[in-house]
């Protein structure tokens, strides 16, 4: 939705359009948007994660975004992207074989974006969903999250380096 500057009437419509929006699915009081106004212009990304299987062909390397993109809502871009690079000079740098240093990069950069790629699936899963069975999965889950912190995989911190398993999945979930 794009807030239009030029009509107030125009704006405050789609102000109450986005209160309804908003408040209706996850239960916050329409009250707490009393006296809203237009600030500037609102839009949204897709957050949809992206990544090519083997980003390494030919001599030429993917790395960051451009190998795998994730839901910037965990923040795991400019980390990645980092850890790409690095990894990738740690290849170039053992042999003058580059293409097997590419694809030896490759391999370790869709092990670790695979890792990253399933507990961001899980944390959008159980954060970002919405409807009945997301309600009721959370209600599950984050209480015994909130007692035990340990049930949530830190992938934000710890980052791809941390194992996963089925058992910790379902250990997030309460499962278990």
Known sequence: MLLNNSNHHTDLVEIACLVLTFSTPTGV?????????????LATFDGAETWVEHPYKDGVALVGDAAAASDPSWGQGLAST???VRLLR????????????????????????????????????????????ADARRAKALPLIAEDPTRQPDILFCGPDLAVNDGDRKRFFAEV
């Open 29 to 41: 009081n329409s009250d707490y948007y009393e006296g809203a106004g237009a600030a500037g212009p």
């Open 82 to 84: 980092l850890r790409d």
């Open 90 to 133: 740690d290849e170039l740098l053992k042999t003058e074989d580059w293409n097997a240093a590419g694809h030896r990069f490759a391999a370790e950069h869709d092990s670790h974006a695979g890792i990253m790629h399933t507990v961001i699936g899980w944390y959008t899963e159980l954060y970002l969903a919405t409807g009945a069975a």
